[in-house]
């Protein structure tokens, strides 16, 4: 069982962006065993300071859009990733949807809801390892 685990929500410009960082926040809250990536830090880093980190817990990417940057900015730094989330895809099964990236709405708090969801699902699967 992992000690903690770790989720690197998207920082992109997108509204499912805010979805992921939103729904990052309310599973952080509700779990102490979780805790959170910032990942304008981790681009920046180009030293490597927070790679010892980063490696430390199981690292799940929660990306917002199809570009999938949280993974790609982690496997720039040559960081495996637990799992991924694909908020975009997870989203296309419903009907619900995000339309602002700097607000959220009636809507877009029903996407996070769903997103913590499966975050939740991802934290069970990764503790029966």
Not at 7 to 32: I, Q, T, Y
């Amino acid at each position: 069982m992992a000690e903690k685990i770790a989720f690197a929500p998207c920082n992109g410009m997108s509204p499912n962006g805010l979805v992921s960082r939103v729904a990052v926040g309310d599973c952080k809250k509700d779990n102490e065993n979780v805790i959170s990536i910032c990942m304008g830090s981790t681009s920046a880093d180009i030293e490597g300071k927070n790679d010892e980190m980063l490696k430390k817990y199981p690292l799940v990417a929660v990306n917002g859009c199809p570009n999938g940057c949280v993974n790609k900015i982690l496997k720039n730094k040559g960081i495996n990733v637990a799992g991924t989330i694909a908020v975009n895809e997870i989203l296309e099964c419903f009907e619900v949807s995000a339309r602002d990236p700097f607000r959220l709405d009636d809507e877009a708090e029903e996407c996070v809801k769903i997103i913590v969801e499966e975050l939740n699902k991802t934290i069970e699967n990764l503790q029966k390892l």
